[in-house]
């Protein structure tokens, strides 16, 4: 067996030792470069005294090198080893020029006729590539060759490697690891010890092991389906549908890294990985922290997409279907051509040109007005349609159009009527006060007053509807709705030109040779990828988790940021907690285009236990009549637990998450429905970090050792889709689930609530 499978903390603690004890050893290797460095700075500075032309040479030559070599220390010397490949020994034993074994294959007899084998070689991957006094690898720098197994390698490829490690770090202290194990059927050693495994790759060696064939088979088959999906070809969009416990989202980042990895060139537009929710996004980025480099690819929670706006609110079912629905759509176009009338505007326009007084009345502004938006500019950029339209009128009303027959005096007398009019102060204040220029945050502020926002959604939305959504609005913070509605309002409004600043000379401008004396400075990855996060818009490629959650005004923000990128779009119809999977399938494919589309299906759940999943899924032959469970494939005997609230909801609930706490060794996570998060966090308080509160819909992609369900019948009431969410909530454990029910649920005699019983 490879190492032990239970991943428990004592030996996680272990691990983090050994990978901090690496850690510690290449920060020494690292000053004593960067200490190098300096000594050739100084070194160069004292060649330069001698004063040939020869010397001078070498002198800015080597300050430069030595300078460029000592930013670059100073820059990567943190945050930078997130990776760790345990390698067979290979076919040949040539090393490449980073001292690693250049091998692919692993040599024959590398792995022994009883399934044991020896671990040869241990390669750290980093920001950059590090050696020790001896010149034997201490990291390999992720773009070296000798990295390419980290991103390539798959259980059903894999090469020579038989455990990839992820290194979560923080500066010089390493805060966690995460195990995919290749080659789970192995039993292998590393310098007399049996190769320990952390997390999710845990399971899998538990499987892989398992005696009986038809285990074999099932992890085969799940090797086999992931692999099938990493590497599929991304000229199109691939679907990847798949059950709870399937692997979903392992699979979308594993396939980022592939593609990546395979086409470097192509994927330098960036790939961007949305999550529904920020717990799943830090999930994600401790998984693949290496993605990030050079901005290559972003990470974002669908309530972050906007640069400048992180969604800190949940709205309430009714409202959450108001303002994902495609309605607002128009609500907000509206809106964004009704907000040029707010606030004090003028109604009357009067100028001076060529001595004579020219007014225009509210009636004619109307008019002008009306006739500049029926452009197909976004509103702000329509601002200079209305000036000239302004202009016209007053070109009319001076009667001076009628002054010359020949064009070009025709055309002269114009140019000096426009000057004379637009240098007018009067003029300037006018139309800065009667179109101003709009921001997406101004007009849904705007929308927060409920007859201003009935107006615009007469027709739209219903009374009650504009109600709640305005609101909703008049909160402090966004919600992740509000998020698209301030995307589309930045489509709907678009960007003013800005006219360019002329940059001040800086009198040291005129100094020639200081470059002589200062190294260059280089860009740092994380500067870099800070940089081209800033300026990204658009994506190559695109991957959208748990899309069956993704409203149809979230998929057109999502789908501007995609207009020419390949697709990877995972989730489950039977985990989506949306009310109008039709409306959102409508708005999914106008923002996928007319790409071909390639279908993927996971179909084996390695994250639940039987006992666990076979009850869920009598929560799921409520919600989606017919629809199929993907097949457990583990079984512990361990039934799931039903407790009966006694004494009050919350002492119930901490007893039984300080119970479960005591049973296992990792996280307890107790689900909520969502208007009793803060409260339940209150009930759990003094309970250690390794418990969790989070309401129904934030459990979504997460797993948990131990979860507590709270209330079932309080879930699946709380939307249409309710039904779907408790199924999510059930399929979050990988050892023990807790159902703990109150009045409403109905319990049995056996505290099985009314929802669960057969």
Do not use: C
Not at 70 to 86: S, T, V
Not at 387 to 401: E, F, P, T
Not at 411 to 435: H, K, M, Q
Not at 469 to 498: F, N, Y
């Amino acid at each position: 067996m490879v190492g032990s499978v239970h991943g428990s903390d004592s030996e996680r603690d272990r691990e983090i030792s050994v990978e901090q004890e690496h850690l510690d050893r290449v920060y020494r290797r690292l000053e004593e470069k960067i200490h190098e460095a300096e000594f050739l700075m100084h070194d160069a500075a004292r060649k330069g005294q001698v004063g040939t032309p020869g010397a001078l040479a070498e002198r800015d030559a080597q300050v430069f090198r030595a300078g460029v070599h000592l930013n670059r220390l100073n820059n990567e010397f943190e945050d930078f080893l997130f990776g760790r490949i345990d390698l067979l020994l290979g076919k040949d034993g040539k090393k490449g020029p980073d001292g690693a074994y250049t091998a692919v294959e692993p040599a024959d007899g590398a792995v022994r006729e009883d399934n044991t084998a020896d671990i040869a070689e241990t390669l750290h991957i980093g920001r950059i590539g590090v050696l020790d006094e001896d010149y034997a690898p201490l990291v390999i720098d992720w773009r070296a060759p000798a990295a390419a197994p980290f991103y390539r390698s798959t259980p059903v490829d894999p090469g020579r490697v038989v455990r990839r490690r992820v290194i979560r770090s923080k500066g010089r202290k390493v805060l966690g690891v995460e195990d995919d194990l290749m080659r789970p059927e192995l039993t292998a050693s590393l310098d007399g010890r049996e190769l320990a495994v952390i997390g999710d790759g845990a399971l899998m060696a538990a499987l892989g092991q398992a005696r009986g064939h038809t285990m074999r088979d099932i992890v085969s088959s799940i090797q086999a389906e992931q692999d099938l999906v990493i590497r599929a070809p991304a000229a199109s969009v691939t679907y990847v549908e798949g059950g709870p416990g399937t692997g979903k989202t392992a699979v979308a980042l594993h396939r980022a890294a592939y593609l990546l990895y395979q086409d470097r060139r192509r994927y330098a537009g960036g790939i961007l990985i949305v999550s529904p929710t920020p717990l799943l996004v830090a999930y994600t980025e401790g998984v693949l922290p290496s993605l990030g480099e050079e901005g290559q690819v972003a990470i974002r929670a669908i309530g972050s997409l906007v640069d400048g706006a992180a969604a800190t609110q949940y709205d309430s079912p009714a409202v959450a279907r108001a303002k994902g629905s495609y309605r607002m759509l128009r609500v907000v176009r509206k809106a964004a051509r009704g907000a040029l009338e707010l606030g004090d505007q003028p109604q009357r326009l009067r100028v001076v040109a060529f001595g004579r007084r020219l007014e225009l009345e509210a009636g004619e502004l109307d008019r002008v007005r009306q006739t500049a938006l029926s452009g197909t500019a976004p509103v702000n950029l329509l601002r200079p349609r209305a000036r000239k339209l302004l202009l016209d009128a007053l070109w009319q009303k001076s009667g001076a159009a009628t002054r010359h027959t020949d064009p070009e005096l025709a055309a002269e007398l114009r140019a000096s009527f426009d000057e004379d009019v637009t240098s007018e102060d009067s003029f300037i204040a006018f139309l800065d006060a009667w179109w101003p220029e709009l921001t997406p945050a101004a007009v849904l502020a705007a929308m927060a007053d409920e007859r201003r926002l009935g107006r615009w959604a007469r027709r739209i939305l219903n009374p009650s509807e504009v109600r709640r959504v305005a609101r909703s609005l008049q909160r402090d913070g966004l919600s992740v709705h509000d998020v698209a509605l301030l995307d589309e309002l930045q489509a709907i409004l678009g960007l003013p030109a800005r006219p360019k600043k002329r940059r001040d000379l800086d009198p040291l401008d005129q100094l020639t040779g200081l470059e002589e004396l200062m190294p260059v400075r280089e860009e740092t990855q994380r500067e870099r990828a800070e940089r081209l996060s800033q300026e990204r818009t658009e994506y190559a490629h695109v991957i959208v988790d748990e899309a069956q959650d993704v409203t149809p005004m979230q998929w057109r923000m999502i789908g501007r940021r995609g207009r020419h990128a390949t697709w990877t779009v995972v989730g489950d119809p039977a985990q989506s907690s949306w009310s109008d999977p039709d409306e959102a399938a409508q708005a999914r494919e106008e923002a996928l285009g007319s790409r071909p589309r390639r279908r993927f299906s996971l179909t084996v759940n390695y994250r639940n236990p039987a006992e666990i999943a076979e009850l869920a899924a009598k929560v799921l032959a409520l919600a989606m009549p017919g629809a199929e469970s993907p097949s457990a494939v583990r079984s512990t005997g361990v039934e799931p637990r039903f407790a009966v609230v006694q004494g009050g909801l919350a002492r119930t609930v901490r007893e039984e998450a300080a119970r479960l706490l005591d049973r296992v060794d990792g996280t307890v996570g107790v689900v909520v429905a969502m208007n009793r998060r803060a409260e339940a966090a209150r009930w759990l308080a003094g309970l250690g970090d390794r418990v969790v509160a989070l309401g129904s819909l934030e459990a979504k992609g997460l797993e948990y050792d131990a979860p507590v369900v709270v209330s079932p019948a309080e879930i699946a009431d709380e939307s249409p889709a309710g039904l779907r969410v408790l199924y999510v909530a059930l399929t979050r454990a990988t050892q023990q689930l807790t159902v703990v029910s109150g009045e409403r649920d109905e319990p049995d005699g056996n505290g099985v609530p009314d929802l669960l019983r057969d």
